[in-house]
């Protein structure tokens, strides 16, 4: 399947993306976590990244159309992929139709992920990542089982920097005026299903496999 898991900054993406991709058995390709993964190499491409993620602004299309598609035409994306965070403009999503259709291949469905800006807020400021193997835990949530270490590998939790109240308002609002307009994209295309996200993990989860006409195994 080719999905695309659309929603704001902290309805749930990576954490639903995690559990989906191993029903599904295809790669989770989050562009976040690329340019987070980029940065932590100190790669040229994670520190351009890092000028636009510390105040919650955009990376540039031609530098983000850029990496998706190399990233889409490795070998493990070509039977399906779950992208995350990504398309986030109209342009990205103009390249995404482009390249697709130049793959001879072509979108399932689109996965809006609803939840409002309140319990956004509060999930964005309670978050806490795995620095080690990238689990994403909540201090109230989702805490981790081995207080402030990765209950799977033992990894250190963090808070990443965009985080912060101040970035998480600017990131919900980058996300109201540059990404919403992509449901109305991806209405029109036929493709957009919507999710509540307000519910608990297991539940998105089980709601999201049935909308895939997939029972959970
Ligand atoms: P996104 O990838 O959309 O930014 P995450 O998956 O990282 O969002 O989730 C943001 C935060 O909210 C994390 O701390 C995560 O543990 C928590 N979270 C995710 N889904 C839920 C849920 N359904 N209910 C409560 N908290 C959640
Ligand atoms: P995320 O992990 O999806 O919350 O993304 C973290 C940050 O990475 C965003 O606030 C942006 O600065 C950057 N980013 C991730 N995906 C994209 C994208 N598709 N287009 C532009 N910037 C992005």
Redesign the pocket.
Known sequence: MRIILMGP?GAG??TQADLLVHELGIPHI????M??KALKEGTPLGLE?KR??DS????P?DV?IGIVKERLDMADAANGFLL??????VP?ADALAQTLQELGVALDVVLDVVVDRDALLARLTGRRVCRACGATYHLVFNPSLQGDKCQSCGGELYQRD?DTAATAEN?LD?YNKQTAPLVDYYKKKGLLLEVDGGKPVDEVTRDILKALGREKR
């Open positions: 900054p993406k990576g989050s562009t976040g976590d340019f987070r990244a636009y993620m919650g602004g955009l990376v299309d983000t995350d965070g990504f398309p986030r403009t990205q965009d990131r980058v």
